[in-house]
């Protein structure tokens, strides 16, 4: 397996240097800053990704501050009690994103956070108190216990709630390929484990945050 600093150097090189590679990389907070984040940011940030999967996120960006308005600041716990009738009323809301399946997960997402964050002491602290080690564990706990957070989006609303993580894009596998980090494409429980101890090592090598790593790595291959 390469060494991060060779990794590192092509990326450099490739966009202009290690000030203009700087400029690049994710916003990633502390642990302790994830677990004191209130729900209502993360189930925000949860919902966001929900809309954003299969559409432009410059969009939904664009037209979030009118869904943090009209569903009073994602308080989970009111939004919980969201009726099929309110929700019909909100597709009638044009400065909203009017899917109805998207916006069917709002009370159900509500509801389980508010649940775990009750028996947890809010939700920020879970996800921020999982080992980096098993990443994959956390994403698929997240696909499990919410809507529509299988495939990259439990990675995504990680990334969006400032958590500490690294994606698998097409470019970040074609990179961890070219590095000799795997073989092929991580579809065995195997070679996923070899993908999340391979971001490990080379966080041990570099001291980066693995969001850091993963975008580095995606500007290696073109």
Known sequence: MLAFQVIEDRAAARVGGPEALAG?????????????????????????????????????????????????????????????EQLE???????????????RTIPANAGEMHRISKAEGGFGQVIAAWPDSDLFGLWAWLGKRFQRMGGQSGARFLRLAGRDTFLLTDDV??????????????????????????????????????????????????
């Open 89 to 103: 009323q909100a597709m009638q809301n044009r400065a909203l994103i009017r899917h109805w399946g998207k916006l």
């Open 173 to 222: 596998i074609a990179a961890l390929i070219a590095s000799d980090a795997v073989d092929g494409k991580p579809s065995r429980k195997a070679d996923r484990q070899k993908v999340n101890d391979a971001f490990i090592e080379w966080q041990s090598q570099c001291g980066r945050p693995l969001a850091h790593i993963s975008r580095i790595l995606s500007m290696t291959v073109d």
């Open 24 to 84: 690049l990389m994710p916003a990633v907070l502390s642990t302790q800053e994830v677990a004191n984040r209130p729900d209502r940011e993360l189930l925000s940030a949860m919902t966001r990704r929900i809309f954003q999967a299969g559409m432009k996120h410059s969009v939904i960006n664009d037209r979030w501050p009118a869904f943090e308005t009209y569903f009073w600041g994602f308080e989970p716990e009111k939004l919980m009690l969201l009726s099929e």
